[in-house]
């Protein structure tokens, strides 16, 4: 019996193209080695495809923003988004941020570093990506817009007041966030 099944566009397509932090990636779509899978989320294909361990997977779930990236830039939680949704995207993960030259730590990087606003760190590039997304979009965030763009993180090492304090350090001078 003949295979009478027209073929599918979507399924003639084998590689999706990433650029992440500056690199380009082309990636094979399928169950081989080193292909990404259709299920595969993007925490997953960074983590385990690319190397890129700096994205944390806690929770799995959405909840806690340990995975946060940012994708065409805006947060987004990797956990929860499929690697083949993301074909032709531009992706920034932590290894993204410090300067590739010199090594020098990203401004809010150092001031994370200053204000002690990390304990443990597993939740720290998370949390350093969606404040990077913020503060992309303004470069002078108010306490209240930081904190907003906090509140989808779950941390139970630190205070959140470090991290508003770090942002603040790192976005303005003294005294433009009462």
């Given at each position: ?29 399928g ?18 495809t690319?190397?890129l361990?700096?994205?944390?997977i806690?929770c799995?779930q959405g ?10 830039g805006?947060s987004?939680?990797s ?41 443990c ?8 990506m969606s404040t ?5 979009q303004n470069?002078?965030p ?9 509140s ?20 303005t001078t ?5």
């Amino acid at each position: 019996m003949m295979n009478t099944r027209q073929n599918d566009p979507e399924q003639e397509r084998r590689t999706i193209h990433l650029k992440v932090n500056d690199k380009d990636y082309a990636l094979a779509i399928g169950d081989t080695v080193g292909a990404v899978a259709p299920s595969d989320t993007l925490a997953h294909t960074l983590r385990e495809t690319l190397g890129l361990t700096g994205t944390k997977i806690s929770c799995d779930q959405g909840s806690c923003g340990a995975c946060t990236v940012i994708m065409n830039g805006k947060s987004i939680l990797s956990c929860m988004t499929l690697t083949i949704e993301c074909d032709g995207a531009r992706i920034i993960t932590i290894e993204g941020l410090a300067d590739p030259a010199t090594g020098q730590l990203h401004p809010l990087q150092q001031a994370f570093v200053d204000n002690s606003a990390f304990q443990c760190g597993f939740c720290t590039p998370g949390i350093l990506m969606s404040t990077k997304a913020l503060v992309d979009q303004n470069p002078h965030p108010t306490r209240d817009a930081i904190q907003h763009a906090l509140s989808g993180h779950f941390c139970r090492c630190i205070s959140h007041y470090e991290v508003v304090d770090a942002v603040c350090q790192a976005t303005t001078t003294e005294g433009d966030h009462d």
